[in-house]
């Protein structure tokens, strides 16, 4: 009964293609988002979705489209993949933000090399 | 420009002592701060947080320290246990960020039997 899912769990591929990785969360949760751990180990924060609609957008590459079919599940493509996106992606939930801050639960991540 | 900064990206404790993880901010505008701990190959997962209207927040072992004016925040875990070892993330939100989350770069706790 995982909360936050995600799959694959690695992701080896070739510059150049395009690749999708799939999170699920079976918590209930209003708001799933996309973190990149990068090779310096920093956590930084790629897209949120609240009920399907994107709400946070940081400054990534076009070729970086996130999909929330539904509010359960928000899944990250990448285009014509780069060196620089090898890294650790981690999605993560939380309820829906009202006027009290909810913590984040995040999946068990997936680590994506581009040769 | 790292906003949430963790100066020490290691730190060694014997079991049953202190530890004390820090970390500082640079934006004004946080006002909620959160611990998040991280074992290899797992998603983080939260541990305590902070209101920006508190100064300390204690729940069992762990207990955060906030000094607004010095920008400044720390995570004391007494007494440290062996299990304790892991990457120790720092993080904040901003007012009215829609919880968007700063993460600071991390720092990993040892705890020696």
């Known amino acids: 009964d995982t909360a936050v899912s995600q799959t694959p769990k690695y992701l080896v591929t070739q510059m150049g293609n395009d690749k999708s990785i799939k999170c699920e969360q079976n918590?209930?949760?209003?708001?799933m988002y996309w973190y990149k751990q990068d090779s310096k180990k920093f956590l930084k924060i790629m897209f949120s979705?609240?009920?399907?609609?994107?709400?946070i957008n940081e400054t990534v590459p076009n070729r970086f489209s996130p999909k929330s079919p539904d509010k359960a599940h928000l899944n990250l493509h990448i285009n014509s993949l780069e060196l620089g996106d090898s890294a650790v992606y981690f999605c993560?939930?939380?309820?829906?933000?009202?006027?009290?801050?909810?913590?984040?639960?995040f999946g068990p991540g997936t680590r994506l090399t581009v040769l | 420009d790292q906003q949430v900064k963790q100066n020490s990206p290691s730190l060694s404790v014997q079991e049953g002592r202190i530890s004390i993880l820090n970390c500082d901010y640079t934006?004004?505008?946080?006002?909620?701060f959160l611990w998040y701990k991280k074992y290899p190959a797992e998603g983080p997962t939260f541990l305590i947080s902070?209101?920006?209207?508190?100064d300390k927040n204690e729940d069992g072992r762990f207990t955060v320290f906030l000094n607004k004016s010095a920008k400044h925040l720390s995570l004391h875990i007494v007494p440290s246990q062996p299990g304790d070892s892991a990457v120790y993330f720092c993080?904040?939100?901003?007012?009215?960020?829609?919880?968007?989350?700063?993460f600071g770069t991390g720092t990993k706790l040892q705890v020696i039997p």
């Open positions: 993560a939930s939380s309820p829906l933000a009202g006027v009290t801050y909810n913590e984040q639960f």
């Open positions: 979705y609240n009920n399907k609609e994107l709400i």
């Open positions: 934006n004004s505008m946080f006002d909620y």
């Open positions: 918590l209930g949760h209003d708001t």
């Open positions: 993080a904040a939100s901003e007012i009215g960020g829609y919880q968007k989350v700063t």
């Open positions: 902070i209101s920006s209207i508190k």
